[in-house]
């Protein structure tokens, strides 16, 4: 938890950086930013109120076992854990799940979104984009 709050409130001031320089807000619907490191008290601190949106997909609601197993299903050549070793992966699921359920947390203080995806991912991802209006 100490490194994701040193990477978060280091990426935090980044991108809001980014975000002032006017750069980032040229084109619709807009860009994507996948930043697993931010956490939903240093998106406040420094990003609300720009012209930014966000959304946390998290995993708070499985065991790190359940995590792993997801994790093994959805890997691709693709993704950089894919060449890890399960005992790399098993451990990684304890902080992803630990770290989840502290986003969690926090979501909801600060009233941000966010979505559960290790039960119905397919549906989870549909409803977030029809909530946003993507699809």
Do not use: W
């Not at 902080?95 to 559960?116: A, D, R």
Request: aromatic share 14%; glycine share 4%.
């Amino acid at each position: 938890m100490d490194t994701l709050r040193l990477i978060s409130g280091k990426m935090a001031p980044f991108v809001r950086a980014m975000l002032n320089s006017g750069e980032y807000d040229e084109f619709k619907p807009g860009m994507v930013l996948d930043m697993y490191q931010l956490l939903p008290e240093d998106y406040m601190k420094y990003i609300h109120g720009a012209n930014c949106e966000i959304v946390y997909f998290i995993t708070s609601d499985v065991t790190p076992e359940e995590r792993f197993a997801i994790q093994k299903k959805y890997d691709t050549e693709k993704d950089y854990t894919f060449y890890k070793s399960d005992e790399e992966l098993r451990e990684g699921a304890v902080y992803i799940v630990e770290q989840s359920v502290c986003i969690k947390e926090q979501c909801k203080k600060y009233g941000l979104p966010y979505y559960e995806t290790a039960r119905d991912r397919e549906q989870i991802f549909c409803r977030f984009l029809h909530d946003f209006n993507l699809c």
